[in-house]
């Protein structure tokens, strides 16, 4: 079986251009992801399994689960959507409230993935209750109190792998 990896060759000067492991040259990012489409791999890291965030730091593609493949990223939207729909902003506040100093993470996600009997692996909690506590967060109800894990060189990438809140301190009580 051939393979369909497609990397980013350096732009030119009619834009970004990409080439297949097949032979294939392909015009712009939308040619690659339909190529990537048509041959079974995933349509974000175009087969390559890898992302890359910030230039020189690569990580396991969060599309596809790091396999590189069309059917894991389907399987894995899907897995996106259920997580959207069964973990609320109801049921993390409703997690953070129980919790009277800081917390983390990996605490929160833990306890919604008890919460509803999830067996590890199975949808992707622990971004979602990210994006949750990040919305705590902007709407003032939570404060991140975690430092940054990584700060990236000569960027402006910051990681926080486990980052840790606090609830934000209710005025009048
Ligand atoms: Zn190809
Ligand atoms: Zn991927």
Same mark, same amino acid.
């Given at each position: 079986m051939t393979k369909h990896t497609i990397t980013r060759q350096s732009g030119t000067i009619l834009g970004e251009t990409y080439g297949c492991d097949c032979g294939a040259h392909l015009a712009g990012r939308m040619a690659a992801e339909v190529h990537a489409a048509e041959h079974h791999?995933?349509? #974000?890291c175009l087969g390559s399994a890898e992302e890359e965030p910030a230039p020189g730091l690569t990580r396991p593609c969060a599309s596809c689960a790091g396999t590189g493949r069309r059917r894991e990223q389907i399987t894995w939207q899907l897995a996106h959507a259920e997580a959207e729909r069964l973990i609320t902003l109801a049921v993390v506040r409703g997690v953070v409230d129980a919790f009277a100093g800081p917390f983390r993470l990996s605490e929160v996600a833990d306890a919604v993935r008890d919460g509803f009997g999830l067996p590890p692996g199975?949808?992707? #909690?622990g971004p979602r209750v990210r994006d949750l506590l990040l919305e705590l967060q902007s709407a003032g109800e939570i404060t991140m109190v975690s430092a940054p894990d990584e700060l990236i060189d000569g960027t402006d990438v910051v990681l926080f792998r486990d980052p840790q809140w606090q609830r934000a301190r209710t005025l009048g009580l």
């Amino acid at each position: 079986m051939t393979k369909h990896t497609i990397t980013r060759q350096s732009g030119t000067i009619l834009g970004e251009t990409y080439g297949c492991d097949c032979g294939a040259h392909l015009a712009g990012r939308m040619a690659a992801e339909v190529h990537a489409a048509e041959h079974h791999q995933c349509s #974000v890291c175009l087969g390559s399994a890898e992302e890359e965030p910030a230039p020189g730091l690569t990580r396991p593609c969060a599309s596809c689960a790091g396999t590189g493949r069309r059917r894991e990223q389907i399987t894995w939207q899907l897995a996106h959507a259920e997580a959207e729909r069964l973990i609320t902003l109801a049921v993390v506040r409703g997690v953070v409230d129980a919790f009277a100093g800081p917390f983390r993470l990996s605490e929160v996600a833990d306890a919604v993935r008890d919460g509803f009997g999830l067996p590890p692996g199975r949808l992707p #909690v622990g971004p979602r209750v990210r994006d949750l506590l990040l919305e705590l967060q902007s709407a003032g109800e939570i404060t991140m109190v975690s430092a940054p894990d990584e700060l990236i060189d000569g960027t402006d990438v910051v990681l926080f792998r486990d980052p840790q809140w606090q609830r934000a301190r209710t005025l009048g009580l």
